[in-house]
């Protein structure tokens, strides 16, 4: 049988908030440290994927979001926090179906790079890193 590492990873470490939730979701998408990992049911890990949900189309910028159009823009960046809005809104309205309380971690996929950017140099980060310039990073030890 062959036994995939993230769900290795996730049985071992981390906690079940309902017991039919048996899908492992990777909070940025790709690691699988314990901290990056959760389980969910199929419906939450599917909110929680990597796209955009925006296209443009004839002058205008569309927001889509679990099938539902969510509105046009004239600009992608109001597009893009249309869409992740509703992407938390129908997250935590799935975890409250499986457990009857809103989530304690509402960590998505899009608060990580490549989508993530500090606002500031002197912020923290997602991941708790200082975002620096490239030839800043360089040069520490």
Known sequence: KI???HRLVAYG????NCREW????HLDGKSNNWLNLRFVNHRMNT????TL???F???WWFANCCGKTLGRFRNSHDAIMKVQQAKRAEYAKEFWKGTGRYPDDSRMSFEFGPFYKSPSLH????????DLPKDERLSRP
């Open 3 to 5: 036994y995939y590492m």
């Open 123 to 130: 912020l923290q980060t997602a991941n708790g890193l200082k």
């Open 57 to 59: 189309w004839d002058g």
């Open 53 to 55: 949900g925006i296209c």
């Open 22 to 25: 048996n899908v492992v979701d």
């Open 13 to 16: 470490f981390c906690r079940r």
């Open 47 to 50: 909110i929680n994927n990597t």
